[in-house]
């Protein structure tokens, strides 16, 4: 028989979060599914139990933005010899993912790791792992393709205590400079307010300082921490709200499209493609569906509920000069974004085709 518990964990926290959830698990007898409802995101707590428990559990999120967080869990039964913790993140919004990806690698013992679950190749991911905690994961792709990526995470030693004044690091001395400018744009789109990404680099990376006035204007801090030759540290602290296409001293018609490859005019728009209702996987996508069925000189209307900076830096790195960007409305809760193919365009184009197995180019 099949039991269905409710559980409620926003008045917890810490330890007292940790034993309740565990011991509801504990409980729980193979196909039976809880309803928990918690005030912040519990995805380390249950890979933890995976891990410690070496039991299969399932769950899913019920609204990718939605607080409190409520979600539905399905306890399975113990692994078999190929089985490993597992974490699917494709229904996690995307700026919850690197947080919780990140706490979960910080949070194994050595020797202990998970497997991740993306709509697209996580290979950023891998970069920033390395950056923070240096050369102590292991990492194996499973599987790729329209079902997913899957990738084998493995901690093997036990790493230093993060600086936490730093949300993330970048080394750059180990990133393939064609993913090095979109992966940090990308990440620096996700970190809160106040928030400071330190970048590792050989000297001081002027022409990325330069992109940053061009796209974010006066809306971070830019601070060189250690120069020294062949080692350069600089701190960029994210300082209030910005719209991701704004320079000093452009007018407002060049500000609009800072960020456009090339300016969306006089295209034919064959669709609005609204995907504010949609989880982030099936966003994910759809965009890339409705850009690849375009021909030369048409273009699609693209509405999101965030400023989607994120996805331009992606474009670019897959599309090149053959896609423009094009922002027509940013609004709370509406941005409203033209994403037309130029010449050149390659209607082929899908996540993740065109990057090797040695240096994909998709953003996470």
């Known amino acids: 028989m099949v039991t269905e518990t409710e559980l409620d964990l926003r008045a917890l926290a810490g330890d007292r979060l940790h034993e309740h959830l565990f011991e509801a698990l504990n409980d729980a007898a193979t196909g039976d599914k809880l309803g928990i409802v918690a005030d912040r995101d519990i995805d380390p707590e249950l890979v933890r139990y995976q891990v410690a428990q070496e039991r299969v559990i399932d769950w899913?999120?019920?609204?990718?933005?939605?607080?409190?967080?409520?979600?539905?869990?399905?306890?399975?039964?113990?692994?078999?010899?190929e089985d490993s913790a597992t974490i699917d993140v494709r229904d996690l919004k995307p700026q919850r993912r690197h947080e919780v990806l990140l706490t979960i690698f910080e949070e194994l013992d050595a020797d202990e790791g998970f497997v991740l679950v993306n709509d697209h190749d996580p290979k950023p991911l891998y970069h920033e792992l390395r950056s923070m905690h240096g050369d102590i994961i292991e990492w194996e792709y499973v599987s790729r393709g329209d079902d997913g990526w899957r990738v084998e995470i493995y901690k093997t030693a036990d790493s230093e205590t993060v600086d936490e004044a730093i949300v993330t690091r970048y080394d750059v001395?180990?990133?393939?400079?064609?993913?090095?400018?979109?992966t940090i744009h990308h990440r620096y789109g996700m970190i809160p307010d106040g928030g400071t990404m330190e970048i590792i680099a050989p000297h001081e990376p002027r022409p990325l300082h330069q992109e940053f006035r061009q796209q974010y204007a006066d809306s971070f801090e830019w601070e060189v921490v250690e120069s020294a030759p062949g080692r350069c540290r600089v701190h960029i602290t994210k300082g209030g709200s910005h719209d991701g296409a704004k320079d000093v001293g452009q007018s407002d018609d060049m500000q609009e499209n800072a960020t456009s490859t090339t300016v969306a005019e006089d295209r034919e728009i064959t669709r609005e493609?609204?995907?504010?209702?949609?989880?982030?996987?099936?966003?994910?996508?759809?965009?890339?569906?409705?850009?690849?069925?375009?021909?030369?000189?048409?273009?699609?209307m693209f509405v999101n509920d965030h400023d989607p900076k994120p996805l331009y830096h992606q474009f670019d790195a897959e599309a090149g000069s053959e896609f423009c960007w094009e922002y027509r409305q940013k609004d709370p809760g509406e941005f409203r974004v033209l994403i037309g193919k130029s010449e050149a365009g390659d209607s082929s184009l899908a996540v993740g085709q065109g990057a090797t197995d040695e240096t994909p180019d998709a953003p996470f």
Do not use: C, N, S
């Open 173 to 182: 001395r180990e990133i393939p400079k064609q993913e090095r400018h979109p």
């Open 60 to 81: 899913e999120y019920a609204d990718p933005d939605a607080v409190p967080r409520e979600l539905a869990l399905t306890v399975g039964g113990r692994f078999d010899d």
């Open 273 to 300: 493609l609204d995907v504010r209702d949609l989880p982030p996987a099936q966003r994910h996508e759809q965009i890339f569906e409705a850009y690849a069925k375009l021909d030369t000189g048409e273009a699609f």
